[in-house]
């Protein structure tokens, strides 16, 4: 694969770098959509606050449903609820560990 001779003939220590970036950024999209499924309810909150009855403007939907998403990133990159922070630290201390295994 194209991939594995890529990555054979980068250094040992960019590999686990571009690793680590990989994981940092999988860790925070999985916390963006944690937040994006938490914001939901105040989305929808907003209009029947208003007493409006529900709308079926399924732009206005979209649009309010890309600036939930855009928020939830932005929190998310900002450093969230430190859920991304736990994943990619867990994540990175059972790399080491199974690391020290095979090395045993």
Do not use: C
């Amino acid at each position: 694969m194209k991939i594995s001779s890529d990555v054979a003939s980068q250094p040992t220590a960019a590999v686990e770098e571009q690793k680590q970036a990989k994981l940092v950024d999988a860790a925070q999209q999985f916390e963006a959509i944690m937040l994006q499924e938490l914001l939901k309810p105040m989305q929808h909150g907003e209009s029947s606050r208003e007493g409006e009855e529900k709308s079926d403007d399924t732009a206005s939907d979209t649009i309010s449903s890309f600036g939930t998403e855009a928020i939830a990133k932005a929190i998310s990159k900002g450093g969230g609820f430190g859920i991304a922070k736990q994943i990619v630290s867990k994540v990175t201390l059972e790399h080491q560990r199974s690391s020290e295994k095979k090395i045993s």
